[in-house]
């Protein structure tokens, strides 16, 4: 079965500018998270929607949005882009999100502000 | 705030040496799991732990949790030039067993042929 699609897989953007990401989940998976991946802080935590819920939220700025749609696709938004946010940012999908599964890894939106 | 360590950082071993990484968590987890990141790569899904002192096998790795639920450990036994990558435990927020996961920063291998 097809695994995590994240689109696009690369992007630069300007400082200022906003950006919008996309997370297609394993078919059948109603649990995505959101996690921001830099050599200096590792893989932290954005938030997690579940049945188009936002049920987690990491300690990132109002900044950073998402959203999740009835098919469990899922978006990320950065608004105001800030050099500090180029990282990689990977998308992860599970079949409750919960105890018994692991989390699928999609291979990423890497994105560079400059 | 939760917090998940890992060591050590980096590792480096000729093939055929042994590996092992710890994991140790600020607070007591529901349970726990490991994931591998190839280099240039995305996590991928190792196994999960969740019962005190729970001990499981994969081929050459061996993942264990402690009693007390706060530490954890991989072991690697023999290790292969296809085991380079970064190994990273994580744990679910305190008192929950769903959604967010604390990450540890990873412990980066090596392996010299």
């Known amino acids: 079965k097809a695994g995590v699609t994240q689109t696009p897989r690369y992007l630069i953007k300007t400082r200022g500018q906003q950006v919008t990401l996309s997370c297609s989940p394993i078919?059948?998976?109603?649990?995505v998270s959101w996690y921001q991946q830099t050599p200096g802080q590792g893989l932290q935590f954005l938030f997690e929607?579940?049945?188009?819920?936002?049920?987690n939220k990491g300690n990132f700025p109002g900044r950073f949005s998402g959203r999740q749609f009835s098919n469990s696709r899922s978006e990320m938004n950065v608004s105001t882009l800030e050099l500090g946010d180029s990282a990689l940012y990977l998308c992860?999908?599970?079949?409750?999100?919960?105890?018994?599964?692991?989390?699928?890894f999609g291979s990423g939106t890497r994105l560079t502000v400059v | 705030g939760q917090q998940v360590m890992q060591i050590p950082q980096y590792q480096h071993v000729q093939e055929g040496e042994d590996f092992t990484t710890y994991c140790n968590s600020s607070?007591?987890?529901?349970?726990i799991q490991w994931y591998k990141q190839r280099p240039g790569g995305h996590p991928v899904f190792l196994i999960q732990l969740v019962k005190s002192g729970e001990v499981k096998k994969q081929k050459r790795l061996t993942f264990q949790f402690g009693e007390a639920k706060k530490n954890s450990s991989l072991h690697i036994t023999a290790t292969q030039t296809t085991d380079v990558g970064t190994y990273f435990c994580a744990g679910p927020q305190r008192g929950s067993t769903l959604g967010r996961l604390y990450f540890g920063r990873g412990t980066q291998l090596t392996v010299w042929p």
């Open positions: 607070t007591t987890l529901s349970n």
């Open positions: 078919s059948g998976h109603r649990s």
């Open positions: 992860a999908s599970s079949p409750l999100g919960g105890l018994g599964y692991g989390y699928t």
């Open positions: 929607y579940f049945s188009e819920t936002q049920r």
